[in-house]
């Protein structure tokens, strides 16, 4: 069966304020979790950390930067006239509602090794998404390369936590 692939468009200024709202939709979702949990806890402030643990402000600046690709390649998915269109955005929200359930899943159940199934889980949602938007937009799948790579890296940091406390 032959896809197509979308033919770029130039965005007009109406699209470029839809990407925007994208952008802006994204960093909500992805960040009322941290907003209403926390590791200034007693809890996470107590585990023993492994060596390559970054320093907390990385997350932030991390997180926000990775939002915003996510939803510019949301964007560029939503707006693509293409097959596939729809299951790469089914498989975005199902990877996002991962997402934003594995910082409870640590923080407030105070629970690494359920967080630690939540995020391997999300890996491989994560890589489906990439595979799904690749069918419908290759610049879109590209946004995402980096936010597998955190994910990735956030897997092992959340392995490593759970071992060095287990």
């Given amino acids: 069966m032959a896809t197509r692939t979308s033919t770029p468009r130039v965005p007009d200024r109406g699209s470029i304020l839809r990407a925007v709202g994208f952008v802006i939709l994204v960093n909500v979702v992805g960040s009322v979790p941290g907003v209403l949990s926390s590791p200034d806890s007693p809890w996470f402030r107590a585990l023993e950390k492994p060596w390559f643990y970054p320093p907390e402000i990385a997350f932030p600046v991390v997180w926000t930067a990775l939002f915003t690709l996510l939803g510019i390649a949301l964007w560029l998915v939503w707006r693509a006239d293409a097959d596939g269109r729809r299951l790469a955005l089914g498989l975005f929200v199902v990877q996002m509602a991962f997402n934003v359930a594995w910082t409870p899943a640590f ?60």
Avoid: C, K, Q, S
């Avoid at 105070?110 to 610049?139: H, K, Q």
């Avoid at 995402?144 to 092992?156: E, Q």
């Fill in 107 to 166: 923080f407030t159940l105070e629970a690494p090794l359920v967080a630690l199934g939540v995020i391997l889980v999300l890996w491989g949602l994560v890589v489906a998404t990439i595979a799904a938007f690749r069918r419908v937009d290759r610049r879109a799948a590209a946004l995402l390369v980096p936010y597998l790579a955190w994910v990735t890296f956030a897997a092992v940091l959340n392995f490593e936590l759970w071992r060095l406390n287990a």
